[in-house]
């Protein structure tokens, strides 16, 4: 009796049941899942942190004007870095045109007009706190194309003066910067290589098991 029960052990010991997923052998499928993981893993390690720097590029404002008029010295700066349609933020430092002081105490009008050249948006623009001779306003444009931005500035001591600065306004998209664009053309052909070669890798592990099997 104690003899048959160890030929069954033995028996059951040495038998084998092939698992198959997606017709390749289990162990097959999941090492090539296990190296496309890996290959993903690497891709997203060498993607983001570029991702996290052209964030924090696209968070600095751009310089789109720079003039002196009369008493003035101006300086314009918008954020988005590439404005589009929506609300654009403008930052306007202006400056004594004779020594470069800074002026903190102007009434500053920010007005959008369109290609014919017609007013459609006004805003005034604040200094803050933090750096009072910095105005920060923020215009809502609600279409694309050539637009130019009057800067009416006027204080007691110098006067008034009307600058005006030229911007080219992009249309409205999900994840509107070329960057973003090209990020996402890379995950989508690391998505598409790592499924080639799963499919490559199947082939392959499919065809040595027809090798390796004896033929009748």
Do not use: C
């Not at 942190?49 to 789109?64: K, L, R, S, T």
């Not at 004779?98 to 200094?127: M, Q």
């Not at 001591?157 to 080219?168: N, P, Q």
């Amino acid at each position: 009796m104690a003899r048959k029960v160890f030929i069954q052990i033995e028996y059951m010991k040495s038998v084998s049941i092939p698992i198959r997923l997606f017709g390749v052998p289990a162990m097959s499928f999941l090492q090539s899942l296990k190296l496309w993981g890996s290959l993903m893993a690497l891709a997203f390690v060498a993607l983001v942190p570029w991702g996290v720097v052209e964030a924090q590029e696209q968070e600095q404002p751009v310089e789109i004007f720079d003039a002196t008029q009369g008493s003035y010295h101006l300086v314009v700066r918008v954020l988005p870095r590439v404005p589009a349609v929506g609300p654009i933020n403008f930052t306007v430092i202006p400056t004594a045109a004779s020594d470069g002081a800074p002026v903190r105490d102007a009434d500053i009008t920010l007005v959008s007009h369109n290609v014919e050249d017609e007013p459609i948006y006004e805003v005034k623009a604040l200094n803050t706190p933090i750096n009072e001779g910095e105005y920060v306003g923020n215009l809502v444009i609600k279409a694309s194309g050539a637009w130019s931005i009057h800067v009416e500035i006027e204080t007691e001591d110098l006067g008034t003066e009307v600058f005006v600065a030229r911007i080219s306004v992009a249309p409205a998209a999900v994840g509107s910067t070329p960057e973003a664009g090209w990020m996402m053309l890379l995950v989508m052909v690391a998505f598409v290589a790592g499924g080639g070669f799963l499919w490559l890798s199947s082939r392959r592990a499919l065809a040595r098991r027809a090798a390796s099997e004896p033929k009748a």
